[in-house]
């Protein structure tokens, strides 16, 4: 039946157009904006997982210049303290030099001097953005955000890369070792009770002030053998003195002569009888390493800590040599080398003091190595986590592609498809609206 009222097959035919202009539609969007998906109406599960992993790339970019910044900071830390090392260690060189008999000592310690205002000035500068991590200016650890994380519930919480400050400078509070004055005891029995060498012929001259390390206050100890000195007890201001005699000491031109050396410790509150040994055995061997190298049977002397405590001095010289030894009390431990940055380089006198002075500067020089070696690890840490930020952006960013762009190849092959519909939609809705125009035929 046919009706001039109805035209069903009109209907259908735009219908039919109106399905294909609007995929027409969609399909063109997706060429200009390159996106299958680009609002919450295409597909709202799909955009908001998208929109999410948007931002969270956009975070990782700003953390990515946040620990660039942060690598530039620990960096310059890093410079700082292999410069300071390397100062120290030229430092060191002109201590070893000083343990020499026929030098001017006065002129090495000016020497000294200008070194440590070097550090001084090293460790100043040392800052990125008025960041400094070595001037000891604070105790807490530097914080770097490293990361965000978001867990299965999309909660976000942030990661940080904690850098500690190293402390190196030169200008902290510090005071100097000061040997006490005071006799231990009465009695000779009050003596030995803190230190003794165990040999009955022996004696210890403990009379307040400068001791005069005469023969009646010395042992002997013959070529090929030893003396043993036994620290028995300690306490805060107990001051242990070792001063060795007739030794042979390596001089500037390469030959030796006959010299003397003391060694002193003023024990701190915390230190044991082990700590007293460890303490004089160390400045001992530093002065026997530079001042007595080692010839073709080995070293010339050598000191040892024993299995009680005990401190071991062996003389395989070729000559014989004495050793002396004085305890008192009251004195002044002064600031250790590991406290207060590198302050106690105000500390080494070698005019006065060299033995004590390359104990202790080898302590600094570990300070600085382990301040440097913290960094060059942050640093390392640091950049590290920044290579594996920029990847986890870029994989995020190809997986929001892989979500909401759109394939191009598929997409211009249906553009084409769609085109000819169009095409053949519309002759179909003109064939259907000639309908009407047949009817008027049947009433000629």
Do not use: C, H
Not at 329 to 348: E, F, V
């Amino acid at each position: 039946m046919s009706s001039i009222l109805t035209n069903s097959s009109a209907m259908v035919a735009l219908q039919t157009l109106r399905g294909i202009n609007k995929n027409l539609a969609q399909t063109q969007n997706e060429i200009s904006t390159g996106k299958s998906i680009s609002n919450a109406r295409d597909n709202a599960a799909v955009w908001s997982i998208a929109k999410t992993m948007d931002s969270d790339v956009r975070g990782f970019k700003a953390i990515s210049d946040t620990l660039a910044l942060g690598s530039s900071t620990v960096a310059v830390a890093r410079q700082a303290a292999e410069t300071v090392t390397d100062l120290l260690t030229q430092m060191k060189g002109q201590i070893v030099a000083a343990q020499e008999q026929n030098v001017d000592r006065g002129k090495i310690q000016t020497d000294i001097v200008a070194l440590r205002s070097q550090i001084e000035s090293v460790v100043g500068a040392a800052q990125f953005n008025g960041l400094n991590l070595v001037d000891g200016s604070s105790a807490s650890n530097v914080e770097i955000l490293s990361s965000l994380d978001r867990d299965a519930a999309g909660n976000v919480s942030v990661s940080n890369i904690d850098v500690s400050r190293q402390s190196l400078s030169v200008s902290g509070p510090v005071t100097s070792m000061t040997i006490g004055t005071t006799a231990i005891g009465p009695a000779a029995a009050d003596r030995d009770a803190v230190f003794t060498n165990g040999v009955a012929t022996e004696t210890q001259n403990m009379a307040p002030g400068p001791i005069t390390w005469e023969a009646a206050n010395t042992a002997a100890v013959a070529n090929a053998s030893d003396i043993t000195l036994t620290v028995g007890q300690t306490f805060e201001g107990a001051s242990y003195n070792i001063a060795l005699t007739g030794i042979n000491v390596t001089m500037q031109d390469g030959t030796t002569t006959l010299g003397s050396r003391e060694f002193s410790f003023v024990a701190g509150a915390n230190d044991g009888v082990n700590d007293v040994a460890s303490a004089l055995v160390n400045q001992l061997n530093s002065f026997f390493a530079s001042a007595t190298p080692p010839n073709g049977t080995g070293p010339s002397y050598a000191a040892s800590v024993g299995d009680a405590g005990e401190i071991v001095i062996a003389n395989t010289s070729g000559t014989d040599m004495r050793v002396g030894i004085a305890v008192s009390q009251d004195g002044d431990p002064g600031t250790p080398a590991n406290a207060g940055g590198l302050a106690a380089l105000q500390n080494i006198d070698v005019v006065n003091n060299g033995a004590a002075a390359l104990d202790m500067i080898d302590g600094l020089i570990d300070k600085a190595i382990s301040a440097s070696a913290g960094f060059g690890s942050a640093q390392s840490r640091i950049e590290t986590q920044r290579e594996f930020i920029q990847n986890l952006s870029d994989a995020l960013t190809t997986g929001i592609g892989s979500l909401v762009d759109a394939d191009m190849e598929a997409t211009s092959a249906k553009l084409q498809a769609l085109q000819v519909q169009q095409q053949l939609a519309t002759q179909s809705l003109s064939i259907a609206n000639q309908q009407p125009q047949n009817i008027l035929s049947l009433f000629r």
